[in-house]
């Protein structure tokens, strides 16, 4: 399955970058805390297919919110390199779940990849300056 990451960062009102905004979904603004999860690819995707190829996307849940990836057509190896950002809880680590569906035409999406793992919070400040007396 592919890899992934995270930033926490603090997320300024107005600002509109939300990104990875599900089928449907307006880009809702985010306020407070956030955290950031790239998705970048999966690799040797098994095709469920009996003619055809795959057309894979990346569901993704973090702390009671899913989001997905765009679909990509006809691959095993998808590369998505999307950011999608959630609101975030103040907790230090946080449980994730990726799940890698075939995006079907007609009937119910196929089940492809997943996993779950925890993110453990890092923090960034920029801005700082040390002290000296």
């Known amino acids: 399955m592919g890899l992934f990451g995270s930033d926490d ?4 009102e107005g600002s509109g970058d939300e990104g990875g905004a599900e089928e449907g979904d307006s880009e809702d603004q985010i306020f407070g805390p956030t955290c950031k999860i790239l998705v970048k690819k999966a690799t040797n995707l098994k095709n469920v297919l009996k003619f055809g190829t795959i057309d ?6 973090f702390e009671n919110y899913t989001k997905k990836t765009k679909v990509q057509d006809d691959t095993k190896n998808p590369e998505w390199n999307e950011e999608l950002i959630f609101p975030r ?32 919070a890092t923090l960034s400040l920029t801005g700082m300056r040390s002290r000296s007396n």
């Open 9 to 12: 960062e603090e997320k300024k």
């Open 56 to 61: 894979p996307y990346a569901e993704v849940t």
């Open 89 to 120: 809880a103040n907790s230090d680590s946080v449980k994730v779940q990726i799940k890698i569906f075939h995006q079907e035409s007609l009937g119910k999406d196929k089940l492809l990849a997943y996993g779950t793992g925890n993110i453990t």
